[in-house]
């Protein structure tokens, strides 16, 4: 889909686009953060009107913000809970900068029906953020604050504590690109230490949440979900193949993700090269894009893998991409719970994976895949020679991951889970905070 241009109207599909009141030419069901209020800002005054309380009738009204140029996993993962929260009205405040297009993340949302608040920002450090999120607060009034990343997290805990509500953070792990997302890392952690509650894909993770100054009370964990009618598990892996130069006589091992350090892509390369003197006929895929790709790209030369290895980047076809699959693998080094273990197995693909984060969580209990240390080679180059040399197992293990992930995976599992937690964090401020205004909540989904 193209990405709209800023500022028409981001293309939702409305015909009758609802403007901006300002008339900055921002329409269907989004508002301008320039524009929010029209009366002059009184940062006093606004600690007192901001204040309230939840309707008697508990409704629950959520201001999720999250920062994103694509459809990430956790952008994702957001847009799964609003989709099957029958009973929880939503508004997503995302972040432009200014006088660029909004990014394929907002347009997609829109395309999704969703409503969306646009904090637009003057640059990478634009305090005037704060003021613009406490604005939006004040005109919508949700009950919980949920926040998704370093940046979210900050405005959260911010404008949270200044207008009385509730937050909560959902932790998804962290990358480690180059030093300034290592700082940023450091700074979310020190940021969620002060949450109202914060959510972790899993135990591992909670236990890095909780050795980082997180209290333990305030942990929840929470796996991802996927939702199997989302996907089409009947896709053409002849046709994925073809479109790549992929021989159907070629046994197919996917990497899919990002191409980053911790998603341990460079492990997966020395093991392979291993495999491959053994089991010529293979072809490994490398489904997604990031920084290390020249990185990788020139290991694959050096360990003379180039007719054994395809960068294809991001692929959205996945029911052709998997279905064009007879492995997959996660090399990771540190993980949540990754889309991709839930994906492989919905479409009943076998597993090698590492074991970090969820992964084990999932896969000990579902009795499938094969589990191998982190950042080993040798382990994961004979956990991938043992499947690819035992055809029954693979066939069992992709039945028993389909199996286990339609029962016990589903999106209305995890969404009862959030809810709850709302309502808890809801019951837990009651005591501090006030009821002055009705207000507008026409925002909300």
């Not at 200044?162 to 937050?167: A, D, E, K, Q």
């Not at 997966?268 to 010529?280: C, D, K, S, Y």
């Not at 992930?405 to 599992?413: D, E, K, T």
Request: glycine share 10%; aromatic share 6%; hydrophobic share 40%.
């Amino acid at each position: 889909m193209p990405t709209p241009t800023h500022p028409n109207v981001l293309g939702n599909g409305l015909e009758q686009p609802i403007h901006c009141r300002k008339k900055c030419g921002r329409g269907s069901n989004v508002s301008c953060g320039e524009h929010m209020g029209e009366e002059s800002y009184d940062a006093g005054e606004a600690v007192k009107r901001n204040r309230y309380q939840a309707h008697a009738s508990n409704e629950i009204r959520v201001l999720a913000l999250i920062a994103a140029n694509e459809v990430t996993g956790p952008l994702r993962g957001l847009f799964q809970l609003i989709e099957h929260a029958k009973d929880v009205r939503f508004l997503l405040g995302m972040f432009l900068v200014k006088g660029h297009q909004p990014t394929r993340a907002v347009a997609e949302a829109l395309r999704r029906g969703f409503n969306v608040e646009l904090l637009t920002q003057a640059g990478r450090y634009d305090v005037g953020l704060l003021i613009r999120t406490a604005k939006i607060i004040r005109t919508h009034r949700p009950t919980v604050i949920q926040s998704h990343g370093y940046k979210s997290a900050l405005l959260a805990w911010i404008c949270g504590r200044l207008c009385g509500v509730p937050w909560v953070a959902f932790s998804h792990g962290y990358t480690s690109e180059n030093r300034r997302i290592g700082l940023y890392n450091r700074l979310d952690a020190w940021v969620l230490r002060h949450a109202d509650a914060v959510v972790a894909m899993s135990r591992a993770m909670a236990d890095q949440l909780a050795d980082s100054g997180v209290p333990v009370n305030r942990i929840h964990v929470i796996h991802n979900a996927i939702d199997p009618a989302e996907h089409c598990v009947d896709g053409s892996g002849e046709r994925w193949r073809r479109r790549w130069g992929i021989s159907t006589e070629d046994v197919v091992l996917g990497v899919v993700g990002r191409l980053s350090p911790e998603k341990g892509q460079q492990i997966f390369l020395e093991a392979f090269q291993g495999v491959v003197a053994q089991e010529p006929n293979l072809r490994a895929v490398f489904v997604g894009d990031g920084s290390e790709k020249e990185r990788l790209v020139h290991q694959v030369s050096r360990l003379g893998l180039a007719n054994h290895v395809l960068f294809t980047g991001h692929d959205p076809r996945l029911e052709d991409l998997y279905s064009a699959l007879d492995l997959v693998v996660i090399p990771s080094l540190s993980e949540g719970l990754p889309n991709v273990l839930l994906e492989a197995m919905l479409y009943g693909k076998p597993i090698v994976a590492t074991e970090v984060g969820a992964i084990p969580e999932i896969l000990k209990p579902a009795a499938t895949g094969w589990l191998v240390p982190p950042g080993d080679a040798r382990a994961l180059q004979a956990a991938m020679l043992d499947a690819l040399q035992d055809s029954e197992r693979r066939a069992a293990s992709g039945l028993a991951g389909w199996e286990y992930v339609r029962r016990h995976c589903g999106p209305l599992h995890r969404m009862e889970a959030v809810r709850q937690l709302y309502h808890q964090l809801m019951e837990t401020s009651r005591g501090r905070i006030c009821q002055d205004h009705a207000g507008d909540t026409s925002q909300y989904r």
